[in-house]
């Protein structure tokens, strides 16, 4: 599958970005999705990630309660809604899938056990 990231920008601290993740080339419903970040000079971390029917979705405690990770499966496509940004959240954003079987509604942290990354879009954050 095919990943294509977008929505980045520059914004205000306090502002709001959603990011979106459109997948192609096979069936985007078969994949739980995730979202990391990776800052200058910083490993890249887990930000978000949801179940293949939506279900489950799990965050990291840096991004609870600003963040939402949500897919529409009849757009093939995956969202981070990101409110309240602060500058700390400044960094490239990627989006991840990971295969599961039919019946699964777990989420994926490990980034190594993603199948397929997109290419990052850029958040930067202004105070």
């Known amino acids: 599958v095919q990943l294509q990231a977008s929505g980045g920008g520059s914004v205000q601290a306090g502002g709001s970005l959603r990011l979106s993740c459109e997948a192609s080339g096979r069936t985007f419903s078969d994949y739980a999705m995730g979202w990391f970040r990776q800052a200058p000079g910083k490993e890249r971390e887990f930000v978000a990630a949801i179940s293949r029917r939506g279900g489950s979705r799990y965050y990291a405690d840096s991004v609870k309660g600003r963040f939402t990770i949500s897919s529409d499966n009849a757009k093939n496509t995956a969202y981070l809604q990101m409110n309240s940004l602060k500058r700390e959240d400044a960094a490239v954003y990627s989006c991840?899938?990971?295969?599961?079987?039919?019946?699964?509604?777990?989420?994926?942290?490990?980034?190594?056990?993603?199948?397929?990354w997109g290419q990052g879009t850029l958040v930067t954050v202004s105070s």
């Open positions: 991840a899938a990971d295969r599961k079987p039919v019946w699964s509604n777990d989420v994926q942290l490990n980034q190594y056990d993603y199948d397929y």
